[in-house]
């Protein structure tokens, strides 16, 4: 499972990108509550980059993103994408599929 | 009309919709994941969770803040790439955005409150209703085909929602995804991604374009700044390329070279051959290599080292080729003399070497070793000593390298040594090569081998100057010693004689018995003839059977000689094949100076005087004159008495007193010798010992005499008389016979005779001729006792320092002096001097021919000791001689 096209991926890399637009209190709070989460979930085997809008409108191209916040999960595959403030936790872990259904 | 549709159709119609479904769902988990994503978008913006929108676009995303604006909303609704819609729960299309009206392609308000079931393919109906009809579920979502209004269908991805909107409840929004530009969007991502790699592989190429063209650039550069000319020319042959060197060889500018062809540098002195081999390379694409002439833009010819290189594509087709040149007009000049010079060296038939400035043989060539004998391997490295004979001395190869110092050169006659040790006669020409500071660097030697030459030049010399029957002189040769020896005589004060001798009637024995009965005649005759003669004197023929005879030093008396000779070897038989012949001459005499002084009148005064002795009767000799025939006759005829004159008792002794003037006693007697024949009567000394010595019957007289005399005295010492010495003559040829001591001691001794009584008389001449043998002669005979006396004193030339040196004890003052001493002054001072030297070197003195009392007393007054002449005594046969002695005892006791 984790040898992908043969490339060794470690299991616990996780890859996260939060996508924000400006300082509001939902960006801020999205950012809590993902980092809340993760560092419950992941016990810090992950990264998470947050990327302002505003600032970088082009990295959001290739990822369709149409409203934000919006976190995507790269890695592992596949890849997933929530939106919202992220403040309902167990939407938030479904949608990364951390939760089974 | 639809609503009347049979139920029983749309329950088939689901059947078939389910399983294309599966069959699409697999397939479009993509389209889920976007799906999925918008409902999150629209779960998020109704919980108000969301703070903004964003609009990808194609100038750059676009994000619209939502802060609650309804406007901004639907905004974002109308610029959504879906097509997004709210129905009634009967499906009345309350609201559709721009996007679903441009989907169908037909105006908003023809869509707005239609049924939304026109817009799809009827086959879908069961599928919409299904999903319309779905009230359990939140959400539903089919892929359905809406039917455009130009016909076409397009496939699209059906989302339902149960919304409540504005108050509405069971209202229903519809969210239309346009599938084709889902499928539009893969294959423009493929394109996208085929464009990248496009674009990638171009930029890889420009990348290599780039290096290729700085490497181009460098080769250019690197092409431009060689010496050799390049030229670069395509598959046709065109020029597409020269180089900077091209141009200054040819005198063409590049510009002028590109397009034309390579035939451009052809000219008239191009050889055809080349031209065609260059051709044919070309045209099948091979390399060539070969100088070939070619021309300057000025019309110069020059010579090109020329090679040309095809070039191939990947295929293997020829496409270019590649030609460099290079200008060696000069360079296969100096080459072509080089090898010229190296094929003369050695090819030569001239022997080369080459040394060092030391000597030594640094090459050699082929005709050297044939030559010499010696090999390259032996000669090189070796001193050109090893070539030497030991013919030529230091002082001939001191001149030789003298010449060569000075002039740089040589060239000369040189006996060397072969390897075989062998010498042999080269013709040497020996250069010096200097380096340019004018040292010497090498030694060029060429020599070619003449002995055969020098052979044949032997042997036409040998033609030209000798007679090739009998290996004699011939007439050239003959004239060429005869000029050299009158030159010597008349050099020396000497005679000499020419001779002419024809073999009497010699033309018979040719005509009876053939010429090579003649021919051998000749050659024995000339042999033996020539065995008669000695060295120094020339016997030639100067034709058929005439012979010219040259003898140096000669005068009438010795030609008389050798003419005789040659008359008596000349009549001894000769035997030729079955042959006995005989042969009689006739001889001519011509004498120098008598008759001439030169050859041409010597030769026809011998010419005449043989002429006469043919008519003399042949078999003879004549003299050119009388008075020398006469002469010669007469010494020829004493010559022959002579020879027998001992045998026959024709010769005797007679003894002249010899009287010393103070004591008037007889103490010696001289002994003269008498010759007298029955026909010639008394013949006078003075006439036949000159013949006696030039016929060499001297010794043996001269021997008879010195016995005789000395056997005499003996046999008056026997008798009784009184001690005295016996005086012998001694002619010059005696003198220098080598063992004249010992034969005079034998003889003494035989007869029992002291030394001291027999007393030597020697001639003035013969002890002034050659003082140091004279001397040495002196010495040995004094050393046996003997005393010696010199006769005729005053007549010669005598050195009073040799004379000091003669052991002589007495001087004998000639009767020409002691005639005249009385009446001429001259005569007598002379003589008063020779007592007085005589005394003075403690000698004695004794004169000769006293004939008066007066001169004897004078004499004897002068100091003279002793005396001998007709007044006191004639010579006395010996038996009257003791009884003359007996006598003047008596008197001196009177």
């Known amino acids: ?101 | 009309m639809r609503h009347s549709r049979p139920q029983n159709a749309l329950e088939e119609m689901a059947d078939a919709v389910v399983s294309t479904r599966e069959a699409l769902r697999s397939e479009n988990t993509v389209l889920r994941l976007r799906l999925t994503q918008l409902e999150q978008a629209f779960r998020a913006i109704r919980d108000c969770e969301v703070d903004a929108l964003f609009v990808p676009g194609s100038s750059g995303g676009r994000v619209f803040a939502l802060e609650g604006t309804d406007r901004a909303y639907r905004a974002l609704i109308e610029e959504m790439g879906e097509g997004a819609l709210t129905l009634t729960p009967e499906g009345i299309v309350l609201y559709a955005n721009r996007h679903f009206a441009a989907l169908l392609g037909r105006p908003l308000e023809r869509v707005m409150g239609v049924r939304i079931g026109v817009f799809f393919a009827p086959e879908c109906y069961a599928s919409l209703l299904a999903l319309l009809l779905d009230g359990q579920s939140a959400k539903a979502s089919a892929e359905l085909d809406l039917v455009t209004e130009a016909g076409p269908r397009v496939a699209t991805l059906v989302t339902v929602n149960h919304l409540t909107i504005d108050g509405f409840p069971d209202t229903i929004g519809m969210v239309v995804t346009d599938l084709t530009w889902q499928k539009r969007s893969e294959a423009a991502t493929q394109a996208r991604q085929t464009l990248l790699q496009v674009i990638e592989s171009q930029r890889r190429s420009e990348e290599r374009l780039r290096v290729s063209l700085e490497t181009l650039h460098l080769r250019d550069n690197a092409l431009g700044a060689i010496s050799q000319g390049v030229l670069i020319s395509d598959a046709r042959g065109h020029t597409t390329y020269v180089n900077h060197a091209f141009e200054v060889i040819t005198g063409y500018s590049a510009a002028e070279a590109v397009g034309q062809t390579a035939a451009m540098l052809q000219g008239p002195g191009t050889a055809p051959a080349v031209r065609q081999a260059l051709r044919e390379a070309v045209a099948a694409a091979r390399p060539f290599h070969s100088d070939i002439l070619n021309y300057r833009k000025d019309g110069t010819p020059f010579l090109n080292a020329l090679s040309v290189t095809p070039v191939f594509d990947a295929h293997g087709s020829p496409t270019q080729s590649v030609g460099v040149m290079r200008d060696v007009t000069a360079s296969r000049n100096i080459d072509a003399q080089l090898r010229l010079a190296a094929q003369v060296f050695k090819q030569s038939g001239e022997g080369v070497l080459i040394t060092d400035s030391l000597h030594r043989i640094v090459k050699v060539n082929q005709a050297f070793t044939t030559i010499t004998g010696f090999s390259e391997a032996d000669a090189l490295g070796q001193n050109t000593r090893m070539l030497s004979s030991s013919r030529h001395d230091a002082g001939f190869f001191r001149a030789m390298w003298n010449e060569i110092h000075v002039h740089g050169h040589w060239q000369g006659e040189i006996w060397n040594r072969r390897k075989d040790g062998s010498a042999y006669l080269q013709w040497l020409s020996i250069s010096r090569i200097a380096d340019a500071a004018g040292d010497a660097e090498h030694f060029i030697a060429s020599f070619s081998d003449i002995t055969q030459r020098k052979d044949a030049e032997d042997r036409i010399w040998r033609l030209a100057h000798y007679d090739v029957l009998t290996g004699l002189p011939n007439r050239a040769l003959l004239r060429d010693r005869a000029a050299q020896v009158l030159q010597m005589a008349h050099r020396k004060n000497e005679s000499m004689a020419l001779l002419f001798i024809d073999l009497d009637h010699f033309k018979n024995i040719n005509d009876s018995l053939g010429h090579a009965i003649g021919d051998q005649l000749l050659v024995e005759a000339a042999g033996r003839m020539k065995a008669a003669l000695r060295d120094q004197d020339t016997l030639s023929r100067t034709g058929g059977d005439e012979f010219v005879l040259l003898l140096p030093g000669a005068d009438a008396v010795g030609a008389a000689h050798v003419a005789q000779k040659l008359l008596q070897v000349a009549q001894l038989h000769f035997q030729i094949g079955p042959h006995e012949l005989t042969v009689t001459p006739s001889i001519g005499i011509a004498l120098y100076p008598a008759n001439g002084h030169d050859f041409d009148l010597l030769s026809k005064c011998a010419d005449a005087a043989m002429y006469r002795a043919k008519q003399n009767g042949r078999n003879t000799f004549c003299f050119f004159t009388a008075e020398i025939q006469a002469q010669s006759v007469r010494a020829l005829l004493l010559e022959n008495a002579l020879r027998r004159a001992l045998e026959r008792g024709q010769m005797h002794l007679v003894y002249q007193p010899q009287r010393d003037l103070q004591s008037g006693r007889i103490v010696g007697a001289e002994a003269l010798l008498r010759w007298q024949h029955p026909e010639l009567g008394a013949v006078s000394p003075a006439e036949f010992i000159p013949v006696a010595e030039s016929s060499g019957l001297i010794s043996s007289i001269g021997e008879w005499v010195l016995r005789t005399a000395v056997r005499q005295l003996k046999t008056w010492h026997d008798a009784g008389m009184a001690p005295m010495t016996v005086a012998v003559n001694l002619s010059a040829v005696q003198f220098r016979q080598r063992n004249l001591s010992e034969l005079v001691e034998s003889i003494l001794e035989e007869a029992g005779v002291a030394p001291q009584s027999l007393e030597l008389e020697l001639t003035e001449s013969v002890a002034s001729d050659d003082p140091v043998s004279a001397i040495t002669a002196m010495n040995s005979l004094d050393a046996c006792g003997v005393r010696m006396s010199i006769d005729d004193f005053g007549t010669g030339y005598s050195s009073l320092s040799y004379l000091k040196r003669f052991k002589v004890y007495k001087l004998k003052i000639d009767q020409s002096f002691v005639h005249s001493v009385l009446s001429n002054p001259e005569d007598k001072a002379i003589v008063t001097a020779i007592i007085a030297m005589a005394h003075s070197l403690g000698l004695l003195t004794i004169a000769e021919g006293v004939e008066t009392e007066a001169q004897m007393n004078y004499l004897r007054d002068l100091g003279c000791d002793e005396m001998q002449g007709y007044w006191f005594s004639r010579p006395l046969a010996a038996d009257r001689f003791k009884g003359f002695v007996d006598e003047n005892t008596f008197d001196e006791v009177r």
């Open chain 1, 1 to 101: 499972m984790n040898d992908i096209a043969g490339f060794a991926v470690a299991p616990d890399a996780w890859a996260l990108q939060l996508y924000v637009a400006g300082q509001t209190p939902r960006s801020l709070r999205a950012v809590a509550n993902i980092q809340r989460l993760c560092a419950g979930q992941l016990k810090g085997r992950y990264r998470l980059e947050v990327i302002d809008l505003y600032q970088q409108p082009q990295l959001a191209q290739g990822d369709q993103i149409v409203a934000v916040p919006a976190l995507i999960k790269r890695l592992p595959d596949p890849l997933r994408m929530v939106i919202g403030d992220m403040s309902d936790a167990e939407r938030v872990l479904h949608g990364l599929d951390l939760l089974s259904e």
